[in-house]
């Protein structure tokens, strides 16, 4: 299993990354990406990368995070050319309009990840998208994200990562060439709409992944996730699908190596 989207960066985790780390590896992990949200978070990632033969990283500013960092690209640029091995994406970046409310904000989510689409291009990685959409519309992150990336001159690859919409919205990603990453948030209760997603993407179209330490699976809800979680998130796939655990693991695991451009001698 690979876990494609972990955040073992964050603070909570300041005190036992290590031991959390080792429990993934022992219980089937085989590597892990962890994720930046800001400048300083990312040298985090790359800092964890260095310490774990089979952990990597990504770099980028989370469109919540775009006041407290005033975005430049340069600075991404030389942390990924300082260990271009270890750095296997841009991100996270998107647009998340839950708590914004006014137009000016999203503006200037749009214009960030239009630079991240540039430093996408520039160094050829991947990108990791983020987007969760207004309450009172959960679908206008997501329709202006598309918009963005079709109008793009370049359409990098990359993963749509927490993929929370319906099928509609996830074709409009697939047809763009993105993976759709599912979390633990497919093993809740409230996820039925969801499910009908998983069941019917492609698995050769699906990654897996944590957000630890937030969105814990059942039966861990409300607890602190982590990477060795993604096993739950493993088996839901395998569930809605109707396939055995093994195929789900070693399809999903592929498409990460494939994606990522992680090693294929490591016994991923």
Known sequence: MIDTHSHLNFKVFDNNYKEVIKRSFDNGVKAIINIGTDL???????????EFQNCYAAVGLHPTDIE???????????????NPDKIKAIGETGLDYYHITNNAEREKQKEIFKKHLELAQKLNLPIILHCRGSKENPKDAYLDLLSIISASPFIPQGVIHCFTSDLEIAQKFLDLGFYLGF??????????????VVKNVDLKRILIETDSPFL????????????????FVAEKIAEIKELPLKEVIEITSQNAIKLFNLPRTQNL
């Open 40 to 50: 300083k978070s990312s040298e985090k990632v790359l800092a964890i990368a260095n």
């Open 68 to 82: 407290k960092e005033n975005f430049d690209p340069k600075k991404y640029i030389d942390l990924v050319n300082s």
């Open 183 to 196: 979390t633990g948030v497919i093993t809740f209760r409230n996820a039925s709409a969801l499910l009908e």
């Open 216 to 231: 814990a699976p059942e039966p861990h809800r409300g607890e602190q996730n982590e990477p060795s979680y993604v096993r």
